[in-house]
């Protein structure tokens, strides 16, 4: 079994095997979520890992594997995830939001949780303000995925408007992409 093998490439010294099966593990995350998530209780593990990219590719499988989880076993671990985004590691916390992205898509029931955490970023203290900055950037993406089926929408609005002011380009972009995608009028008294 081929699944397994990539498993076992994982605790591998050499990284190009370890990152290799890593690698080859998210693609099949991204392409047959259901073939994964029997071992879903493998990645929820290996959210622990000492190694980060191992941690990171886990907290990506677990959000892709949301779209299959009839067991609800990604309902339970929903606190953890929502941890990672207050590490004050950025790229733990944009793992962690893309994560949540796919979990609100798939299970629309928590999507008010997911978002009002996610509107909490911006208070979040990371490496740098500019850290920060990326984060918001990966939350504005986030929020455009599920936008549509949020029922109260002022507060992502107005949040993704003060990230139109934002300092980094690339997160301001992405919030005017917001605005042009949602065909809405910014409020450009703020």
């Known amino acids: 079994m081929k699944a397994m093998t990539n498993f076992k490439g994982l605790t591998s010294k050499d990284p190009k095997i370890k990152y290799g099966c890593a690698k080859s593990l998210l693609a099949t995350a991204k392409n047959n979520p259901a ?13 622990k890992n000492e190694n980060k990219i191992l941690k990171w590719t886990a907290i990506d499988i677990i959000g892709l594997l949301s779209k299959t989880d009839e067991e609800k076993k990604i309902d339970k671990m929903l606190d953890k995830l929502l941890a990672f985004l207050d590490t004050g590691n950025m790229i733990t916390a944009n793992h962690a939001i893309a994560a949540l992205a796919d979990i609100a898509v798939a299970k629309p029931e928590y999507q008010k949780i997911i978002t009002d955490e996610l509107l ?20 504005v993406l986030a929020l455009s995925l599920y936008f549509d089926h949020l029922k109260d929408k002022k507060t992502v609005i107005e949040f993704v408007e003060r990230q139109t002011k934002n300092t980094r380009n690339a997160t301001k972009k992405k919030a005017e992409k917001f605005f042009k995608k949602y065909q809405l009028v910014r409020n450009l008294r703020m």
């Open 35 to 47: 073939k994964l998530y029997p071992h879903i209780d493998f990645f929820v593990e290996f959210m």
């Open 120 to 139: 909490k970023v911006e208070h979040h203290n990371y490496e740098t303000d500019e850290c920060r900055n990326i984060a918001l950037g990966k939350v």
